[in-house]
């Protein structure tokens, strides 16, 4: 999907798909960890890399 950001995305009322990841506080963080809230996750693939 890279180049197509468009196709990123998840339409509209479809759930998420389970995820596990390094939170900014170095625990981990998961959809499970999410139930029952509304969230934002923004990725930047990029970030804190050379290039």
């Not at 998420?16 to 029952?36: H, I, M, T, V, W």
């Amino acid at each position: 999907m890279a180049g197509n950001s468009e196709k990123a995305l998840l339409p509209l009322g479809q759930k998420a798909p389970y995820f596990e990841l390094e939170a900014y506080d170095g625990g981990r963080l998961s959809l499970a960890n999410l139930k029952g809230k509304f969230a934002v996750i923004v990725f930047y693939p990029k970030n804190n890399t050379p290039g």
